[in-house]
């Protein structure tokens, strides 16, 4: 993710990091659970740094692939939905 001088993000990854969110959202609904917080304390992260991840705040790689183990889905499998442009 390109930073400007300022250090606040571009306009391109903060579309990016909104997709990831809303894919988060997307798969933790299928997964059955319809509401973020009981899905953030079943996989150890803090609810209130979840819910921001589900409306695009910015998350480090640990954290997606801690998201995804409890997901059940690989990082390819991820990204190959709604991620093509």
């Known amino acids: 993710m390109s930073e400007n001088k300022?250090?606040?993000l571009?306009?391109?990854?903060?579309?990016?990091?909104v997709k990831i969110g809303a894919r988060f959202k997307?798969?933790?609904l299928e997964k059955g659970y319809s509401n973020y917080?009981?899905?953030a304390n079943d996989s150890?992260?803090?609810r209130t740094?979840?819910?921001?991840?589900?409306?695009g705040e910015n998350l480090k790689?640990?954290?997606?692939?801690?998201?995804?183990?409890?997901?059940e889905i690989s990082l390819?499998?991820?990204?190959?939905e709604g991620f093509e442009d």
């Open 6 to 8: 300022k250090g606040s």
């Open 10 to 17: 571009t306009i391109t990854d903060q579309k990016l990091l």
């Open 26 to 28: 997307k798969l933790r």
């Open 37 to 39: 917080e009981h899905f």
């Open 44 to 46: 150890g992260i803090s």
């Open 49 to 55: 740094q979840y819910g921001k991840y589900e409306v």
């Open 61 to 71: 790689i640990l954290t997606l692939s801690k998201i995804l183990q409890h997901l």
């Open 76 to 80: 390819k499998d991820f990204f190959a």
